[in-house]
């Protein structure tokens, strides 16, 4: 294990590789080593990127990772994908994009499964994301596709959450929108080539408005992700932001959510497995109701004094 | 709160609506007035509606309740929603819709904001779904709006789930598909208008092959939702799905999942949200890892055993 933690911390390409995989799986080996790596964590800035299907998350992330390397910095990248079951693997664009830096150890991109993971995807990444810091990446970006609740669970995880719009969508645009202020530190308005840029722009700043004072007016930057125009001044906000956001009290903040996040990931291997299932049963033929077996698993639940 | 129960199987609105928001809100008062209605469900067919942004969820729900209100049968539609914490309502479009259906008791909607949850969505979903099951809507349809963790959780949730697919979009499609594939135990494809529409049956089928005989084929049914094309057809091939899956073994099942999504959501009331906090102050100084301390905290964690 010792020996396995120093080829990570030296920059080992292949025991990282297999690091990851292992924290992915959530094995228990996994786990060891993002015990042992942690006191390595806290030196990279961990964004999120996070927009509608199609807004170009990915090009901006890759556009962010030349502009990182040019300065001389490494970056990883965590996408993750709702997978499929059938094919149990990344999806074909990230595999262009892992061939194509593939000879750069400045590069590490992983896609993470969002499959039906019971604990969310949130605890995952998180961890994938330590082990990345741990390993000494000076930025670790993590692209969500769609919007939800794992872009919410991903995003109070997150150093630093972008939220990418596209001038001109449709209707559910709304909506989108609405969802994703809560998580936002900053917008981006990529293809901002395209009309209706100015409209989209006031739109995020009247929004911004009804929030009231208690909310900061977040930064909005406009972007050409497939021409890299206006990636340089991305990359500065971020960081920037990062800045801002870093006080005590948000990591302390960002720690009480990820504790929690990896409680309940965990919570359910604790639970006796049979005696649900039986309760199960029992309630699929009406004989027992769900919200009284919940209440009487809850009072036979206790958590022991803390040892001093 | 018995002479509430009878007022809602009596079909009073008023205290249906307010029992749906107690159920959104988690309060203790809505999880007894399911404990209550709980011997009443199991009549509903609760159907999950979901695909990607624009896909048209919203007029194919819209259009499935005028079917089923045409054949004199009640329906409910449960919108899951991202919501913005600033209006923190429903969306604009679902205002109008509660506006169309105002005058008839025979369909009930309601959106539920997916906000940052920290227990998800679907255990608040279910119990709505539960409630309106009780209160004698023959059927319930839960439109999910993104694909994520959201969608996976309250597909498992359902008794039967459609996914919406339109033909010629674009890249990150192929993600959404694949992501989905997992949760539909039905395809539709929607603006079947639009040119693409054999080729992305197409699509869904060598998708389907490559799962193996081990996954049943899906039936995939073609609606131009905005002309009520194709609504009758989607209507009998989602009650056909719902019996064939509605054996004992899959309502067990089901009832594994939401047991256990109960219990997630329950759990973290019961942990020392002081100590937490504490911790996280520690472990954001780096002064302890996170991983010890979620171990050390599970060792603390007892399941008395079941009283006879």
Not at 49 to 77: C, M, N, Y
Not at 137 to 154: A, K, M, R
Not at 236 to 264: F, G, I, Y
Not at 275 to 299: F, G, K, M, N
Request: proline share 4%; net charge negative.
């Amino acid at each position: 294990m010792q020996e396995w933690t120093e080829r990570i911390l030296a920059g080992d390409a292949r025991a990282l590789a297999r690091a990851a995989t292992l924290v992915e799986n959530r094995d228990p080996e996994g786990l060891a080593l993002l015990r042992e790596l942690f006191p390595r964590t806290g030196k990279a800035i961990i964004s999120g990127i996070t927009g509608a299907p199609g807004a170009g998350k990915s090009t901006l992330a890759d556009q962010l990772a030349a502009a990182i390397r040019a300065e001389g910095a490494t970056v990883a990248i965590i996408a993750v994908d709702p997978t499929s079951p059938f094919s149990g693997g990344a999806i074909l664009g990230d595999r262009v994009r892992m061939q194509r830096h593939h000879a750069d150890a400045g590069v590490f991109i992983r896609s993470m499964a969002s499959r039906g993971r019971l604990g969310g995807v949130a605890p995952a990444t998180t961890d994938l994301a330590m082990l990345l810091d741990a390993a000494g990446f000076d930025h670790v970006l993590i692209e969500t596709v769609g919007v939800g609740q794992d872009e919410v669970e991903v995003a109070r995880l997150a150093d630093v959450t972008a939220v990418v719009l596209v001038p001109g969508m449709g209707d559910d645009v709304q909506a989108l929108k609405a969802g994703i202020l809560e998580i936002a530190d900053l917008f981006v308005i990529n293809k901002a080539d395209r009309p209706g840029v100015d409209s989209l722009e006031r739109e995020i700043e009247a929004m911004q408005a009804l929030g009231g004072e208690a909310n900061a007016v977040r930064p909005v930057v406009r972007t050409v992700a497939s021409r890299g125009e206006g990636i340089a001044e991305l990359l500065a906000v971020l960081r920037q932001c990062h800045r801002q956001r870093h006080s005590n009290r948000r990591k302390t903040d960002l720690w009480v959510h990820r504790l929690q996040e990896m409680l309940r990931e965990r919570l359910l291997e604790h639970l006796p497995a049979e005696e649900i299932r039986q309760a199960a049963e029992e309630i699929a033929d009406h004989r027992s109701d769900p919200y009284s077996t919940v209440e009487t698993w809850l009072s036979r639940l206790t958590f022991a004094k803390q040892e001093n």
